[in-house]
């Protein structure tokens, strides 16, 4: 048997429920749950009802735990293995909030033995998030990334905004990894200034500050570019949303500047997007079924984390342990919020 913590009707409220345990099927593996890290996105899609097919529903996108069994297509992972995670939440099969989950082959990584579970199942939507924004959406290539793209777009200067720092860190080190060449600015409010400046952006903007876009401009101003401004933008929390002014801050030409806006429930509408700039809407589902190396992705991020070359990019703070400390840490984030850390609950 198996419990699960679900959603009886939208908006809530949540209770435990006890049933029989998931068969995985041809490339799922089912995961005996150590860990759940909680997202803003846990609480919105309760609310909204995003892609919940039916009620009640079991959220969550972020665990690690023990393989429990594996289906029949699947041939890189063994019943004990410990691993972390992207679930599918919103269905009573893969939503991570319960014992024992559903998860994709695909979407799967082996942790290492010195990561705690805790720490490892803050990473998935945080990883796949970059993934989504740079190889998906920009084009950017990954080198390392088996089956991967060689060539694609390379930037001069990537801004990367957004108000959830655990959505920031990973996109700016993945994107100091890949592009080395390239200056990498970030925006956050300044107590995350210098993390973010450890984890590899060139530069650190106040995104309250009243000078913002000219701060920018005159940061990216060279000898042959003298007007300053960034390639592209990688927009993890609605930062342009709330303040359109930073489209302002693109270089004009000789190619279109690129906007990638990771889905949070609210984006730029189309016709808000100025002229000229090119809108992308990054999705995990859709960068995981690139037939140029998608599969292959949570591979690279095993390789990563093994090799000491992806960090856990934010602290982890330990929420309690148990399915009420789910409902109370998703109550947290929806009323006070959690800047520049990520909530995690031990099961």
Do not use: C
Request: no cysteine; hydrophobic share 40%; proline share 8%.
């Amino acid at each position: 048997m198996s419990s699960s913590y679900q959603a009886i009707k939208q908006g809530g409220p949540l209770e435990v429920t006890v049933g029989p345990k998931h068969a995985p099927e041809k490339d799922e593996i089912l995961v005996k749950n150590k860990a759940i890290a909680l997202n803003p996105a846990d609480y919105k899609q309760l609310q909204s009802g995003f892609r919940v097919a039916k009620w009640p529903a079991t959220f969550g996108f972020d665990a690690a735990g023990i393989v429990e069994a594996v289906g029949p297509e699947v041939t890189r992972f063994n019943v004990g293995d410990e691993v972390l995670s992207k679930f599918s939440s919103g269905d009573d099969r893969t939503g991570a909030f319960q014992e024992f989950p559903i998860a994709q082959s695909i979407t799967t990584a082996r942790k290492p033995t010195a990561l705690s579970f805790e720490d490892a199942s803050s990473l998935p939507v945080t990883y796949l998030t970059a993934a989504s924004a740079i190889y998906g959406e920009l084009q950017i290539p990954l080198p390392k990334l088996e089956g991967g793209r060689k060539a694609g777009y390379t930037p001069r200067t990537v801004l990367v905004g957004g108000l959830g720092l655990p959505a920031l860190a990973p996109i700016t080190t993945n994107t100091r990894d890949e592009i080395k060449e390239a200056t990498i600015l970030a925006t956050s409010s300044p107590p995350h200034h210098a993390h973010l400046l450890r984890l590899g952006a060139s530069q650190a903007f106040d995104y309250h500050s009243a000078t913002l876009v000219s701060d920018i401009l005159s940061a990216t101003r060279t000898a042959t570019h003298s007007h300053g401004g960034v390639d592209a933008i990688v927009d993890a929390v609605n930062a342009v949303l709330l303040n359109p002014a930073l489209f302002d801050t693109f270089a004009p030409g000789p190619g279109p500047p690129h906007f990638a806006e990771v889905g949070t429930g609210r984006t730029v509408k189309p016709e808000d997007v100025p002229a000229g700039v090119v809108q992308h809407l990054p999705f995990s589902e859709k960068v995981v079924s690139d037939p140029d190396g998608g599969k292959s992705l949570f591979s690279l991020l095993e390789t990563l984390l093994q090799q000491g070359k992806w960090a856990v990019p934010v602290p982890v703070e330990r929420g309690g342990t148990g399915f009420e400390a789910v409902g109370t840490g998703l109550h947290h984030l929806q009323t006070k919020g959690v800047s520049g850390k990520k909530l995690v609950v031990t099961l």
